[in-house]
């Protein structure tokens, strides 16, 4: 069974502060890893998504990929009233045509 | 960029009746379209993998005969929900992966469709 393992939360931080959003997955078979926002009622918008270990960051975002330790993390810098959302966690397998295995999502609230 | 299209975004149906969700790519020819569902605060659950000509494999716990999943084309899914009850009423949403980008590594969702049975 492949599992996406984490924390529900609810993370709060205040306007202006570093988030971290963790992620663990069982599957060392897992390739890509992604992670989405969800707001309440609609679709996952894609954030970002990471290939190789080490750090990988656009704007604001910085995704952290460790295989060895089956890890991946989200940091959110100078974090906004907006990005309160559900952030979703998903790793997919290399082959073309396989999915996105998701794990429940952590809920982020940013107080301003 | 890709745009996949899920219609209809809302729709009620009476307990006992079919519905049909249809999750179209709208300028891409996508390979393989998934099916989720997702219950209030909990994650998206895949229910099944769908290529364009070929049976949707499901997964665990899915029942096929229920929940029909056509790909007719490479720019169409549909999933029928038949024989609907309230315990079926949740979010679910496509996701189309793109044939030609990165190995078909880029998977695009749709909008959702809510379904409320009563």
């Known amino acids: 069974q492949k599992e996406v393992e984490q924390n529900s939360g609810p993370l709060s931080v205040p306007e202006g502060a570093i988030a971290s959003l963790n992620c663990t997955y069982s599957d060392r078979g897992s390739q890509s890893f992604f992670w989405y926002r969800q707001y309440s009622g609609k679709s996952p918008e894609l954030i970002m998504f990471i290939y190789s270990n080490g750090d990988k960051e656009d704007g604001r975002f910085t995704a952290q990929l460790n295989k060895a330790s089956q890890y991946v993390s989200l940091l959110i810098r100078d974090s906004q009233p907006s990005d309160s959302a559900t952030y979703l966690c998903?790793?997919?397998?290399?082959?073309?045509?396989?999915?996105?295995?998701f794990g429940k999502g952590t809920t982020l609230s940013v107080s301003s | 960029g890709a745009v996949v299209s899920q219609h209809p975004s809302w729709v009620i149906c009476k307990s006992g009746t079919s519905v049909k969700i249809e999750c179209r790519s709208l300028?891409?020819?996508?390979?393989?379209m998934f099916w989720y569902r997702q219950f209030p605060k909990q994650s998206l659950m895949l229910m099944a993998t769908s290529n364009e000509g070929s049976k949707a494999t499901y997964e665990q716990g899915v029942e096929k005969d229920k929940f029909l999943i056509n790909h007719a084309s490479l720019t169409l899914s549909t999933l029928t929900v038949t024989s609907a009850h309230p315990e079926d009423s949740s979010f679910y949403i496509c996701?189309?992966?793109?044939?030609?980008?990165?190995?078909?590594?880029?998977?695009?969702f749709g909008e959702g469709s809510w379904l409320t049975v009563v």
């Open positions: 998903a790793v997919k397998a290399g082959q073309a045509g396989t999915a996105l295995i």
């Open positions: 996701s189309a992966s793109h044939r030609a980008l990165d190995s078909g590594n880029t998977i695009y």
């Open positions: 300028d891409f020819q996508a390979t393989t």
